[in-house]
């Protein structure tokens, strides 16, 4: 079990321009979920996966975000044009199927768009 | 609009002391209520949680207790350690989507040697 692993840590860019973040979680876990945390907040949630299949997304995902999980093993989470209100820690998560409720965290990609 | 409100936003406890945070939702649908452990640079990391059909569950130093009625829990670290300074999430979910977690503000924890 070596943990959920984000890739990468800390991405700096310029508005406008695309980024692109990994989240690899744990091996055999079923279920994947992208969170935001913004500085002195709680993380928020963004979307989940169950294997490869996107079942929810919240209204915070604007048309600029995208996430994927193409063999239902390591997902990538896009935003498009970024803006400076994107800065923030994108968090990735992940669990088994439902029964046990334990959500491993990786230890995130922090964003600054300039 | 925060379906979960925690407080206070920061605590000071001396070593040995007890930590106490609160947690207070509106939504009856939530069922399922984790509390998670966060240091600096690090993801959130899953301390102790707890269901509705128990009022207080014990897991080492660390306590849930939890008033249906009212809507509130709360987190005691018992005997606290510096180690435990770190910021702490209260969160909650519902049954047919427990990873779907709304979480508090979060609790500054800072235990004095």
């Known amino acids: 079990d070596t943990g959920v692993s984000q890739d990468p840590r800390h991405k700096i860019t310029k508005r406008g321009q695309n980024v692109t973040f990994r989240c690899d979680p744990i091996?055999?876990?079923?279920?994947l979920y992208w969170y935001r945390q913004t500085l002195g907040q709680g993380p928020e949630f963004l979307t989940y996966?169950?294997?490869?299949?996107?079942?929810?997304k919240s209204r915070l995902l604007s048309d600029r975000f995208s996430a994927e999980r193409p063999k239902g093993s390591f997902s990538t989470l896009e935003i498009q044009r970024t803006e400076q209100g994107d800065s923030a820690m994108y968090l990735c998560?992940?669990?088994?199927?439902?029964?046990?409720?334990?959500?491993?965290f990786g230890s995130g990609t922090q964003l600054s768009v300039l | 609009q925060q379906q979960v409100k925690q407080s206070p936003q920061s605590l000071i406890v001396q070593k040995g002391g007890i930590s106490i945070i609160n947690c207070a939702y509106e939504?009856?649908?939530?069922?399922?209520f984790p509390w998670y452990q966060q240091f600096p640079g690090k993801g959130p990391a899953l301390l102790i949680a707890?269901?509705?059909?128990?009022s207080e569950k014990k897991e080492g130093r660390f306590t849930i207790s939890f008033n249906k009625s009212a809507k509130q829990f709360s987190l005691h670290i018992m005997d606290s350690q510096p180690g435990d300074s770190a910021t702490y999430f209260c969160a909650a979910s519902m049954q047919n989507s427990w990873g779907k977690l709304q979480f508090g503000a979060g609790t500054q924890v800072v235990v004095t040697p």
């Open positions: 998560a992940s669990s088994r199927t439902s029964g046990d409720e334990k959500l491993f």
């Open positions: 707890i269901r509705p059909d128990v």
């Open positions: 091996s055999e876990h079923n279920r």
């Open positions: 996966f169950q294997n490869e299949a996107q079942l929810e």
């Open positions: 939504n009856t649908a939530f069922d399922y």
